[in-house]
């Protein structure tokens, strides 16, 4: 099994920048596939990004694109998104997820075994 946390979430006005955090524990993280979702009120769970388990690819959402940077540290067993250029739109409970798949098609959230309890980003106009 393998624990994950989520952390750095806060609130920011529009245009502003935050790094979120995912640690991993009782497990190595280079055992999986990592990625972050995001939730808003009346709206289904979305993919934002993935990295691979040695970072050689990533995937982002197209609304992420250019924006949202996500990275790996598997001698930390942590993973981040750094996010930028930010808009109300980007608000919402984000979540951390593990998968021990592989040929994984990162967008489907039932490739995930693993998720944090999330972090809520909240963007202010």
């Known amino acids: 099994q393998v624990q994950l946390a989520e952390s750095g979430g806060g609130l920011v006005q529009t245009g502003g920048s935050l790094r979120l955090s995912c640690v991993a524990s009782g497990r190595a993280l280079s055992t999986f596939y990592m990625a972050w979702f995001r939730q808003a009120p009346g709206k289904e769970r979305e993919f934002v990004a993935g990295?691979?388990?040695?970072?050689?690819?990533?995937s982002y959402a197209d609304s992420m694109k250019g924006r949202f940077t996500i990275t790996r540290d598997n001698n930390k067993n942590t993973v981040t998104l750094q996010m930028s250029a930010l808009t109300p739109e980007d608000t919402a409970l984000y979540y951390c997820?593990?998968?021990?798949?592989?040929?994984?098609?990162?967008?489907?959230?039932?490739?995930?075994?693993?998720w944090g309890q999330g972090t809520q980003v909240t963007v202010s106009s």
């Open positions: 997820a593990a998968s021990e798949r592989s040929g994984i098609t990162p967008t489907l959230k039932t490739q995930y075994t693993y």
């Open positions: 990295i691979s388990r040695g970072a050689f690819s990533t």
